[in-house]
């Protein structure tokens, strides 16, 4: 091997090295993004510009003073530090800090399935009827206007406490629009279908009405049954199970696969309209 080429495999580890390191730091910084350990970390930066200035201009005091505060602070980092390294850990261990970039949409639908998810599963359990409808390409507008603004983070403790019996908000529908709460106690139009069952009720027929006039998902707790329905260009799917109504709205909020009413229906269920 030439002296030439030993120059070029060390400049190429050279750049592997330093490319590395780079996209360490890079992923560390996404995983203590957004907590505490921000602050820590520039306070721990200005330790470090004040101990390279005193070294610089012989402030011997400043300098020893500094000097100390370096030597103890890897102990005080690891302790301040402790919930941020256990959670680089975890996502070590899960194979997750090095994988692809969760964007802020992708977690906040994330957050919004459980949410629903959630909610879903206590309503059923507990036959508080619900009515939920999801904006999709289609604009809501003249039905979140019949309704109470909210614009509100969705949470399942806030979806639970607007469906309560007797409470000023239960009596209509909950229009989702971009993973927020848009407006609560709105009216859907009903659906004329002559062949609906005759023993849906008005959430059911409401949900189907929406469905046939936009490209909502609208999902539906029975106040007789508890069971969980959902409807969606004209169609509606009674008596979904939870991990039915997991991968629906994955598909809905986190576009998993082609939003196409004969992909979105392939799970099965008890199938009207």
């Given at each position: 091997m030439f002296p030439g080429d030993l120059n070029v495999l060390n400049t190429l580890g050279m750049v592997v090295d330093i490319t590395l390191v780079t996209y360490v730091i890079y992923k560390l910084i996404t995983?203590?993004?957004?907590?505490r350990a921000v602050q820590l970390l520039k306070g721990i930066t200005v330790i470090l510009v004040v101990w390279l200035l005193s070294s610089l201009f012989g402030?011997?005091?400043?300098?020893w003073i500094m000097s100390q505060a370096v030597t103890y602070g890897l102990l005080a980092i690891i302790i301040i530090f402790q919930p941020e390294l256990r959670r680089a850990l975890e996502?070590?261990?899960?194979?997750?800090?090095f994988g692809r970039n969760i964007t802020p949409e992708e977690e906040n639908a994330v957050k919004t399935v459980e949410a629903i998810l959630k909610?879903?599963?206590?309503?059923?359990?507990?036959?508080?009827?619900?009515l939920i409808s999801i904006e999709n390409e289609t604009g809501m507008n003249d039905y979140v206007e019949t309704g109470i603004p909210m614009n509100a983070t969705i949470t399942s403790e806030l979806l639970i406490n607007i469906f309560i019996p007797n409470t000023p908000l239960h009596d209509g529908a909950v229009i989702m629009?971009?993973?927020?709460?848009a407006a609560a106690a709105c009216y859907l139009p009903l659906s004329e279908n002559p062949f609906i069952s005759k023993e849906l009720g008005t959430r059911h027929r409401a949900a189907l009405g929406i469905s046939e006039v936009t490209d909502a998902m609208t999902l539906i707790v029975s106040e007789e049954t508890g069971s969980i329905s959902v409807t969606k260009n004209?169609?509606?799917h009674r008596d979904i199970d939870e991990e039915t109504l997991?991968?629906?709205?994955?598909?809905?909020?986190?576009?998993t696969e082609d939003k196409n009413p004969s992909s979105l229906w392939q799970w099965g269920g008890k199938k009207d309209g």
């Open positions: 995983v203590i993004r957004g907590t402030l011997r005091t400043l300098q996502q070590l261990g899960r194979g997750r800090i909610s879903m599963k206590y309503m059923a359990k507990r036959r508080i009827g619900a629009r971009n993973n927020e709460i004209g169609d509606l997991r991968a629906m709205l994955e598909k809905e909020l986190l576009l």
